[in-house]
């Protein structure tokens, strides 16, 4: 059993050919898709989607890109939206210090809200750092927050070491299959697979050899075996516990597994 714990089918870039992405993924062996809303609008998609198709279900928030279109009624639209039965996280919230496409203190203040209100939905939550390793951190230890996923891991191995003492999963993207990801290679090599999740963050981070194409759910299987090839073990090994991982934490039920 593989799970993409970290797609985005409910963006545009499936507009055309949605439904045939997720007969490839089921064709390709990936039984559940977590599509993760990343605006106020995105994240009513995402809960239509997973309304839609059994095989899927959906995370809700707002994107440190997207935290300017937070209005006043926003919060409480997330909050009937996360009572959906198939909304299992909130996310994908987080800093991103690397594009600053809002302002770094919007940020901060609309990631601390959210949570908050994550906290108080008792959902786990879905972590978007990047080049903000020690403050998104900081800041999911002050909130309270235990349970969720640094999606996208990007840091080192000691800052692994921080997230999983804390309670924390990481996800592996694509971007393992890279030659030159050194880095996020060393951290799957020294983690245990009792603490990742595999993800392919589509429609980007397309992993080798369809690198340069639109990334989709189907594709986690070449992320897969980069992580057996990197830990060797048996493909089926990293799939397994994987999914366990991922089960737990979004606390799907057993019923639900194939």
Excluded at 26 to 38: L, R, S
Aim: hydrophobic share 40%; charged share 25%; proline share 4%.
């Amino acid at each position: 059993m593989l799970i993409d714990s970290h797609a985005h089918l409910e963006m545009k870039e499936f507009d055309s050919d949605r439904g045939e992405v997720i007969r490839r993924a089921q064709a390709a062996g990936v039984d559940f898709i977590i599509t993760v809303g990343t605006s106020p609008v995105l994240s009513r998609r995402a809960v239509a989607l997973a309304g839609q198709y059994s095989n899927i279900y959906a995370a809700v928030g707002v994107h440190p890109h997207d935290v300017g279109k937070i209005g006043d009624k926003t919060y409480d639209e997330l909050k009937k939206l996360a009572g959906e039965k198939k909304v299992v996280a909130y996310g994908e919230i987080g800093l991103d210090f690397f594009r600053n496409i809002s302002p770094r203190a919007q940020q901060i203040e609309k990631f601390g809200e959210q949570l908050q209100l994550a906290k108080e939905l008792n959902l786990p939550v879905i972590i978007h750092d990047r080049e903000a390793h020690e403050q998104s951190l900081e800041m999911v230890k002050a909130s309270g927050v235990h349970q969720g996923v640094f999606h996208c891991f990007s840091g080192d191995y000691a800052m692994a070491k921080k997230c999983l003492d804390w309670g924390f999963y990481l996800s592996v993207p694509g971007v393992v299959t890279f030659d030159k990801a050194k880095t996020i290679r060393s951290v799957v090599k020294q983690v245990p697979l009792s603490s990742l999740l595999l993800e392919t963050d589509c429609p980007y981070l397309t992993p080798d050899p369809y690198r340069g194409k639109r990334n989709e759910p189907a594709y986690i299987v070449q992320t897969a075996e980069k992580i057996a090839e990197i830990k060797g073990v048996p493909r089926e090994e990293v799939a397994a516990l994987t999914a366990q991982n991922t089960f737990r934490l979004f606390r799907i039920e057993a019923s639900a597994e194939k």
